[in-house]
């Protein structure tokens, strides 16, 4: 079985992972892997059934975790600065938590260590539609993904995990079926036998809920040396919607 992980490098310095959020892929935090690069060598991994890295048999929390942490021993990285968002940091946070020599600094962007109600299915329900349609382009792709899907900044981040195979049809690069399988499994609370020591920076969105005050208290008795800012004017996608401030944030901390 093939379980590689796919990952981009840019820029020469002390290492940072980058972790993107579910149905994404690396391509999506490449602004901040940008403003990262002069300072740092920055890798912008594919988690496991996204992008083209390699697709589970049963995708968890703590299994994608360990494919990082299987990765980066085959990179040769003893440790790194890890940056996650949403799935991308529980991951990083659950890398944390069992591997604690592996991880320098820590960044959380938008999410808490806690369980999540579902609220993807609208998505999931548009992934399998167009599965089902054989699309030859992603205009079709697109009005199927609009039935389900009312916000078209979703529906275009979708998109870009759409690849044309030999015969002209659109098909998911993302492992559709697994991770609707696994979509309780992502959304549970991280498993730790004690704190991470380290120094995290939370980030939340102003206008998301992904991170409400009441989850401090969790948030302090696993990561006790940590920080939580809030970034004016940004929901959940805050590294794109106020990627200057992110930005700013993030290597300020890591430097």
Not at 36 to 50: A, G, I, K, R
């Amino acid at each position: 079985m093939d379980n590689r992980l796919h990952a981009s490098v840019l820029g020469n310095g002390p290492n940072v992972v980058l972790l993107h959020g579910l149905f994404g892929q690396g391509s999506n935090l490449a602004s901040i892997a940008r403003a990262l690069c002069e300072e740092f060598t920055v890798y912008s991994l594919d988690l496991p059934d996204h992008g083209r890295s390699f697709w589970s048999e049963r995708a968890s929390i703590q299994g994608y975790a360990q494919a990082v942490a299987s990765w980066m021993t085959e990179q040769q990285l003893p440790n790194a600065h890890v940056v996650g968002h949403s799935l991308g940091g529980k991951v990083a946070m659950q890398l944390a938590l069992t591997e604690p020599d592996r991880v320098r600094k820590l960044v959380v962007a938008d999410i808490a260590p806690l369980a999540y109600a579902p609220s993807h299915q609208s998505v999931l329900k548009g992934l399998a539609n167009v599965a089902l349609q054989n699309c030859s382009s992603r205009r079709d792709a697109a009005d199927i993904l609009r039935e389900t899907v009312d916000d078209e900044a979703v529906v275009q981040f979708l998109l870009l995990s759409l690849k044309r195979d030999e015969g002209n049809v659109f098909r998911w690069q993302l492992n559709r079926e697994g991770l609707s399988e696994a979509y309780a499994r992502l959304s549970e609370a991280l498993h730790a036998d004690g704190p991470f020591a380290g120094d995290t920076l939370f980030l939340r969105g102003a206008l998301s809920d992904y991170v409400k005050a009441e989850h401090e208290r969790h948030i302090a008795r696993l990561f006790p040396h940590y920080r939580l800012e809030t970034i004016d004017n940004a929901g959940h996608w805050l590294h794109a919607e106020q990627a200057q401030c992110f930005n700013r944030q993030v290597v300020a901390f890591l430097r």
